[in-house]
């Protein structure tokens, strides 16, 4: 890569494409790995769809509405949200946002697809802030990092599958093509929620985070893996909790049609983790490699134009 930058770091880590195409998971998977999942999932799966407040608010668009809610979450959380729905609707999206990014929604998807959307606040970010867990990416990162079973992520993977809930119950129509997005802090979440939610028909994981953690916190970055690499020199034991919230490993358990877009340059979410995602899913999916993620890039922009395409492609294409 010739990107031009100004890191004190190299943000391909010095890998190269063909190197990067053959880093797989980390064989490091703990032996209860899929129980504790599958255990999460399905006590997940119990919490009762109780919505606490639902208001409508302006639309630009007068064949779109658009509401903003609160629902209960994993370990009694209120989660915030945005549902935007369609007139007419051919199908449904989970759609999440990135770590430390603006939280707020977009009618695109619900406008040119025809999507009925809902866009949740992951706990303790965005509508979803909480006196007890940090809104700052580098903290919330390292939540209850010591504990396996309240680590912040956990909490944060059953936020997607709740909200998936409370969109299937408001509109049932959406069932037979449900749909996930999601990049960076989307992209991680998204591997680790598809891989044991059977919902879902398609998802899109844009440059994931949390891939081959070994690997993942190796490198310097600005991200919030950054936060974890500080404080796992100081306390290397959290490997062992981190083992669980491994995307790659995660993805190799992902049925859902995937698209996939790692990065070959990225200052926040290190390459070689976005690859170890990427090619352990199921080889029928695909990987759409970009030259850059968390960097302006005006000399690809139609490399990510067709990314972009290739996404709308892969929602629309229901069987």
Not at 47 to 59: A, D, G, H, M, T
Not at 155 to 184: C, E, H, I, M, R
Not at 212 to 238: D, F, V, W
Request: net charge negative; charged share 25%; glycine share 6%.
């Amino acid at each position: 890569m010739n990107i031009k930058h100004n890191f004190d770091f190299d943000p391909t880590c010095g890998f190269s494409e063909k190197e990067l195409l053959q880093i797989s998971a980390p064989d490091y998977q703990p032996e209860d790995y899929v129980s504790f999942w599958e255990k999460t999932y399905k006590e997940a799966s119990e919490i009762p769809v109780k919505i606490f407040s639902k208001e409508e608010l302006w639309s630009p668009e007068p064949d779109i509405k658009i509401w903003e809610i609160s629902f209960a979450s994993w370990a009694d959380i209120e989660i915030g949200a945005w549902i935007i729905r369609p007139e007419k609707s051919r199908g449904g999206l989970v759609q999440c946002h990135g770590y430390g990014s603006r939280v707020w929604f977009d009618i695109t998807w619900a406008k040119e697809e025809g999507l009925t959307c809902i866009f949740p606040c992951i706990r303790g970010l965005g509508l979803s802030t909480h006196s007890e867990i940090p809104w700052e990416t580098k903290k919330h990162v390292l939540h209850k990092i010591d504990s396996r079973d309240e680590y912040v992520l956990r909490g944060s993977v059953a936020d997607l599958w709740q909200s998936a809930s409370v969109l299937l119950n408001l509109f049932p129509d959406v069932k037979n093509n449900l749909n996930y997005t999601g990049s960076s802090f989307g992209g991680g979440l998204g591997a680790l929620s598809l891989a044991w939610d059977k919902r879902f028909r398609a998802g899109y994981l844009g440059v994931p985070t949390f891939g081959n953690n070994l690997i993942r916190l190796k490198y310097k970055s600005t991200g919030s893996a950054e936060a974890q690499r500080l404080y796992m020199q100081e306390h290397p034991e959290i490997i062992d909790v981190i083992k669980y919230y491994d995307a790659s490993l995660a993805a190799k358990h992902i049925t859902a049609k995937v698209l996939c877009a790692p990065a070959l340059f990225d200052p926040t979410v290190v390459p070689p983790g976005q690859f170890s995602i990427a090619n352990a899913l199921n080889k029928s999916n695909e990987i759409f490699i970009v030259p850059a993620g968390h960097f302006q890039d005006p000399d690809n922009q139609e490399i990510y134009d067709k990314a972009s395409l290739k996404q709308r492609e892969l929602f629309r294409n229901v069987k």
